[in-house]
């Protein structure tokens, strides 16, 4: 059983975004359904139980799904709704720990293990925590309990929908021994591709492959693969007041139309900056590294970073880094079907006075247009440049 | 499908403990009954707080908000069969 082992529960919410809206409209509960950006050339973000019987599933065009399915639901997107019950959520899940971390907006983990005396063994206050969980949302939800976050959130996924596993510590092994690698939160593609060129395929390989073998192949990272091979996470869940760091700000965007333009792809890149400028500005952040992603139209997608020396926080300094990362990058291959901006190694926002007089009207003038779009709402004061990528869109959407 | 609408609306509400009970609306001079309220969020636009409701009303959900700083309600979208 438990003894001295830590109670870790991963709740992963259950078709989430679907689940949402099937719940907010009943005519559509017990329908395919699926929820999508806004514009024609989204893809799925989440699709309800029903829609995934027809194969339908996260991150398929909505072209793929509605051959898979002719009468998919589609229901744009709301994020708004998406964050407030996420935080209902949150707030229920306080009742039983005061460890509970959002790890996205549909993940949670809570460590249970000083609980007990209040809420029983950790089997029981798992039911409770679904049943609670439930109870303030109307939404079905999957749990995992293990003595590992790792091994929690493996368990998670074993009887969805509206599931619980329960993994003992002394069964860790026995579940590790022939599960695939991929299956370990962590590794990803390239780590298994890489793993299974080793011979390693399963996590009790993973677990016993030589030290030096894991290192000469993934330097540091060896150590962690061969600690997660063997189930071993001693990472903690933090109270939730430690929690609310942000660690990177970004925003992505589908282009309503795949275009090779350089301008219009500048103006797009200057558009989400302003976007990114605006939250960091609301954070309090600044930032030193710029990460620019571009998606092609048949999907390939890469990335571009620059880290500089000092701290960025205006629309015009991190747009002045992502042509500077375009200018690196050179041509682009094929026409472009998504921009993605963000930054990271944030830093409290800076509020040094500049020596440069120009400098330090421009800072001015960056915070004055923000406080006004906060008002007013988002672009209400924007670059002149922006009108580009407005008037291709208007133009498009007449068409 | 939902159909875009956002047109401003008169509606009757009951304000009592911090919550906010839409009864029924008025939408091109028909009255709609609110049968069921069956989802509730908030959201911010600028400083304005708005509080979303998605109702049901003779075999449609509508979704319909209220902003706390003007006192206005809106009808977002509505859904049909």
């Known amino acids: ?399 | 499908m939902y159909t875009i609408i956002d047109e401003p609306i008169l509606v009757g509400a009951i304000f009592s403990s911090g919550k906010v009970i839409p009864r029924f609306f008025i939408w091109n001079r028909r009255k709609y009954q609110v049968e069921e309220v069956t989802y509730f969020w908030r959201s911010k636009i600028g400083v304005a707080q708005i509080l979303h409701f998605a109702v049901a009303s003779y075999g449609s959900v509508y979704e319909i908000s209220y902003n706390l700083k003007t006192s206005n309600w809106h009808l977002e979208k509505v859904y049909v069969e």
């Open chain 1, 1 to 399: 059983m438990w003894n001295d082992a830590k109670a870790i529960v991963h709740l992963d919410m259950d078709a989430y975004f679907a689940s949402i809206e099937q719940l907010s409209n009943p005519l559509i509960r017990g329908k395919p359904v699926i929820v999508t950006g806004k514009g024609p050339r989204t893809v799925i973000a989440t699709a309800s139980y029903e829609a995934r019987k027809y194969g339908i599933e996260t991150g398929m065009t909505l072209i793929q799904a509605e051959r898979l399915c002719p009468h998919v639901m589609r229901v744009v997107g709301n994020p708004a709704k998406y964050l407030y019950t996420t935080l209902k959520i949150r707030e229920a899940l306080l009742h039983f720990s005061d460890r509970v971390e959002l790890y996205s907006i549909d993940e949670f983990f809570l460590d249970i293990t000083l609980s007990q005396s209040l809420f029983g063994p950790p089997e029981e206050m798992v039911e409770k925590i679904k049943n609670k969980v439930r109870e303030a949302t109307g939404l079905p939800c999957s749990c995992g309990l293990a003595p590992s976050k790792l091994i929690a959130k493996l368990a998670s996924k074993m009887n969805k929908p509206d599931g619980l596993a329960i993994i003992h510590p002394e069964k860790v092994a026995d579940i590790l021994k022939d599960l695939p690698i991929e299956k370990l939160h962590g590794i990803g593609e390239k780590t298994r591709k890489n793993l299974s060129h080793l011979g390693i395929t399963k996590a009790s390989e993973l677990g016993h492959a030589p030290l030096s073998l894991l290192t000469s192949h993934f330097g540091v990272y060896g150590y962690m693969l061969k600690s997660m091979g063997k189930g071993i996470d001693n990472s903690s869940v933090p109270y939730h007041w430690e929690q609310g760091e942000i660690k990177s700000i970004g925003h992505s965007y589908t282009l309503p139309f795949d275009t090779s333009d350089p301008e219009l792809i500048k103006s797009y890149i200057l558009m989400l900056c302003q976007k990114v400028t605006t939250r960091l500005r609301r954070e309090e952040k600044s930032s030193r590294t710029v990460v620019l992603t571009i998606r092609y139209n048949d999907f390939e997608t890469f990335s571009r970073q620059r880290t500089v020396d000092y701290l960025l926080d205006t629309i015009y300094e991190i747009y002045h880094i992502c042509l500077k990362i375009l200018q690196r990058i050179g041509k682009l291959a094929k026409p472009v079907r998504l921009l993605g901006v963000s930054v990271t190694s944030l830093a409290e926002e800076s509020r040094q006075l500049y020596l440069l007089e120009k400098l330090e009207e421009e800072k001015k003038l960056n915070r004055a247009i923000g406080e006004i779009n906060d008002k007013f709402g988002e672009f209400a004061i924007k670059p002149a440049s922006l009108l580009l990528s407005e008037e291709f869109e208007h133009q498009r959407a007449v068409k």
